[in-house]
């Protein structure tokens, strides 16, 4: 089992920076895909960016690719998100989730292990 934990939620203005970070336990993730989505209320979940944890190739979502940066720490077992130029539409419940190698990674059915979610909500 993977336990994963997200922190750095928060309440931002537009054109603000956020960073989340995603701590991952249990069983060893090093080969592990890290993805984060997100989801609004009403909506779907949707990717927004990943990386490979094998070779540290990254995607995401075309609405966050200038904005957002996706990076992750062997040694600490951890993955952030850094979130720059925040926009009210970006106002969303933010999961980090875990999938083996192998799997397309912006598909939300791909990933075996989901946090709790963090809150992030930027006003206008």
């Known amino acids: 089992q993977v336990q994963l934990v997200e922190s750095g939620g928060g309440l931002v203005q537009a054109g603000g920076s956020l960073r989340l970070s995603c701590a991952a336990s249990?069983?060893?993730?090093?080969?592990?895909?890290m993805g984060w989505f997100r989801q609004a209320p009403g909506q779907e979940r949707e990717f927004v960016a990943a990386v490979r944890w094998s070779g540290g190739s990254t995607y995401y979502k075309d609405s966050v690719k200038d904005r957002f940066t996706i990076s992750r720490d062997y040694a600490k077992n951890t993955v952030a998100l850094q979130m720059d130029s925040l926009k009210p539409e970006d106002t969303a419940v933010y999961y980090c989730?875990?999938?083996?190698?192998?799997?397309?990674?912006?598909?939300?059915?791909?990933?075996?292990?989901w946090g709790q979610g963090t809150q992030v909500t930027v006003s206008s």
């Open positions: 249990g069983r060893t993730v090093n080969n592990y895909t």
């Open positions: 989730a875990a999938q083996p190698p192998g799997r397309t990674v912006v598909s939300n059915r791909g990933y075996d292990y």
